[in-house]
Structure formats: C-alpha cells, structure tokens
C-alpha cells in the first residue's frame, strides 16, 4: 500500500509564495511506477479540482487558474512531488491533496491533504 503524505501549507498573504511536498512511501524511485501524479484541491462547498499534474514523462499540466502561477515538479530519487506555488491569491484557498495513480489499472492513491490559506 503506498502512502502519500502532504506538507508544506499555510497561512500567507496575497502575492505571496508556498511549496507544497508530497512524499511517496517506497523504494526509491517508485514515483516513476505511477502513470501520473498530480495535486488536486477542495474549497469549501465546492468540487475537488485539477490543480497540475506531471506524468512518468514528466509531462505537464494545468488548471487554467494557475498557469504561469504554479510549476509541478518531482524529484524521483526522494520520492517527491512538489508544487511551487506563486502569486497566491485568496481564491487560492483550499485544502491541496496529492495524488498518484496507474491509469492502466485505475488504482488511485490519495494524500489527507495540506490546507493553505491565502488571506487578502
């Protein structure tokens, strides 16, 4: 059972900067076994959405909302895929889950989650 773990959220204030960490549990270099990973996020009342995602190919993704804002990026050797997220803005604001998952398969592992607050 692989086992993500979110950190690096926070309070910040607008314009301002956080990376987020998600380390995957494993032998190192098991993040390159996903297909893809990818952060997602959950505000309150509201739907859980695409932020980036990067795959084994370290092909790119974003959200309209935070291109040229966030860059997704992951370090094979340590397991980690981080976030770095720029120019906060309060609707920025949301819990951010990491996830892995083998598209063949379907099988999807998710984080518990980092909460990030961008305050105006």
């Known amino acids: 059972q692989v086992q993500l773990v979110e950190s690096g959220g926070g309070l910040v204030k607008a314009g301002g900067s956080l990376r987020l960490s998600c380390a995957a549990s494993g032998a190192s270099g098991i993040i390159l076994s996903f297909n893809v990973m990818g952060w997602y996020r959950q505000a309150p009342g509201k739907q859980r959405e695409l932020v980036a995602t990067i795959t084994n190919g370290a092909i790119t993704n974003y959200a309209d909302s935070v291109k040229g804002r966030f860059t997704i990026s992951r370090d094979n050797a340590k397991n980690t895929v981080y976030v770095q997220m720029n120019s906060l803005k309060p609707e920025d604001t949301a819990v951010y889950y990491c996830?892995?998952?083998?598209?063949?398969?379907?099988?999807?592992?998710w984080g518990q989650g980092t909460q990030v607050t961008v305050s105006s």
């Open positions: 996830n892995a998952a083998y598209t063949t398969s379907g099988l999807t592992f």
